[in-house]
């Protein structure tokens, strides 16, 4: 059972007040590769998800697209642009059929302001997502890409790992494309790393997700 209280920056606050302030999250359903809100859109809603996947991108100086976030369940997106109000810095798309809970700048401030915790766990998570993506942004431009790709399969193995009979499972569907848009190379090098770390025996697959075999190893190459 989805509760509010689950995503980080209301778990400060009770049950009586999550159940207080419920009122104000209204639910939205979109398709797989819909978009949620484009760059340069008013930042009016500020989203939490409660089913599926969305992806923050950005466009290249080339026209690529680049992944700069994956959006899981209990975690929320937009929140930089609603707390400051300026347009959403990104682009937002589902990655699969998703579910997702939406509150208005308006409702959000007037929340904050009656619990003053919030902001400050606001103001943490996002201080924490601008620091990921520097990092990842300095990586895609100094780092190569086998380590770019360990370097992303890491962080989104603490972020969505889950133990496996052979190793530490991803629990998360990418395909190549997504891979190559997440570290900012074509498809076939993105193909042809996997394959490399396939074959070194530090990573599988099965029913799309990841396995990661070897995690010393994937670790060595960053």
């Not at 991108?57 to 026209?63: H, P």
């Not at 930089?80 to 700048?105: K, Q, T």
Request: net charge positive; hydrophobic share 40%.
């Amino acid at each position: 059972m989805f509760n509010i209280r689950d995503v980080s920056i209301f778990n400060t606050l009770s049950q009586k007040e999550i159940d207080e302030i419920n009122r104000y999250f209204l639910p939205e359903k979109f398709l797989k590769r819909e978009t949620v809100f484009s760059e340069g859109d008013a930042s009016e809603w500020l989203y939490i998800v409660r089913k599926g996947k969305v992806k923050i991108t950005k466009l290249s100086q080339d026209g690529k697209e680049i992944i700069l976030e994956i959006i899981s369940p209990r975690e929320f997106f937009g929140g930089i642009a609603v707390v400051r109000g300026f347009p959403y810095p990104a682009n937002a798309v589902a990655m699969e059929d998703s579910e997702l809970l939406r509150i208005s700048r308006r409702d959000l401030l007037s929340i904050m302001d009656r619990y003053p915790d919030l902001m400050y766990s606001m103001a943490r998570n996002i201080g924490d997502r601008i620091k990921d993506s520097h990092e990842m942004m300095k990586n895609i431009a100094l780092e190569k890409v086998e380590s770019r790709i360990a370097s992303l399969l890491i962080k989104l193995a603490d972020k969505v790992g889950e133990d496996a009979p052979d190793g530490l499972l991803i629990d998360m569907k990418l395909t190549k494309q997504d891979i190559a848009e997440m570290v900012g190379t074509t498809v076939e090098t993105a193909i042809r790393t996997m394959s490399k770390l396939s074959k070194a025996g530090i990573l599988t697959s099965k029913n799309g997700k990841i396995v990661i075999l070897d995690l010393k190893k994937l670790k060595s190459l960053t």
